[in-house]
């Protein structure tokens, strides 16, 4: 069964400071890895997308990377503004059938 | 552009009862999929619809089914509500259909409590 395995659950961090949330997958072939930004009671919005080609893609503050030999991924934020607090999800699409697995989101906690 | 807007946000309903949401995509937009998403479980795939068409489906029982009109708006149905069946329900839109590299524009969601 194809998973995605995200950490930590959730992470507080003061303003101004980095983070980075991890994402590791077992989906294979594999055909993109996006990641999404949901706020409360929001719906998710995408971040970064990134076939298995790449290996880095940057979306202002937000740094996504990708390694598809170790099949792990990693967001990156800089400068953290409260505006960061937020779910992160990690969404890897098969390339076999297109199906996307969810990863269960990192919580991140900006505190001024 | 008019993103993609969910109704009714809200909904209250109690065991037993049936309800239907209904997603309207972004205008030229022809795939709709839907999602469950809970606390402990994350966001669940529930189908994709693509020009009316059931193009995809996740692992829910029949108590779920949906539905694709010609102006590429969805409505989903959930019948005989169980207390577990309380979720944000989310859809989402893309130009066509399958995963891919179609990026999907989620909805602001329903949010569903069973009583």
């Known amino acids: 069964k194809n998973q995605v395995e995200q950490s930590p659950q959730s992470l507080i961090i003061l303003e101004g400071k980095n983070c980075t949330l991890q994402?590791?997958?077992?989906?294979?072939?594999?055909?993109?890895l996006r990641w999404y930004k949901q706020d409360t009671g929001r719906g998710p919005v995408s971040l970064t997308i990134m076939t298995f080609s790449e290996n880095t893609k940057s979306n202002g503050r937000y740094t996504a990377t990708l390694d598809a030999d170790t099949k792990q991924s990693s967001l990156h934020i800089t400068a953290s503004q409260l505006s960061d607090s937020a779910s992160y999800i990690c969404v890897v699409t098969s390339r076999n059938d297109y199906k996307l697995s969810f990863g269960a989101g990192t919580t991140v906690t900006v505190r001024a | 552009k008019a993103g993609v807007t969910q109704t009714p946000r809200y909904l209250i309903k109690t065991r037993g009862q049936q309800v239907t949401l209904s997603c309207s995509p972004i205008?030229?937009?022809?795939?709709v999929s839907w999602y469950q998403q809970t606390p402990g479980q994350g966001l669940q795939f529930l189908f994709e619809?693509?020009?009316?068409?059931?193009?995809n489906k996740g692992n829910f029982p029949g108590r779920f089914s949906g539905r694709q009109f010609s102006n590429s708006r969805s409505e989903m149905n959930v019948s005989t509500l169980e207390l577990g069946d309380s979720a944000l329900y989310l859809c989402?839109?893309?130009?066509?259909?399958?995963?891919?590299?179609?990026?999907?524009?989620f909805g602001p969601g329903t949010r569903l409590t069973v009583l």
């Open positions: 619809y693509f020009s009316e068409t059931q193009r």
């Open positions: 205008s030229g937009h022809r795939s």
């Open positions: 994402c590791n997958y077992t989906v294979s072939p594999f055909s993109n």
């Open positions: 989402a839109s893309s130009l066509v259909a399958g995963g891919g590299y179609n990026e999907q524009f």
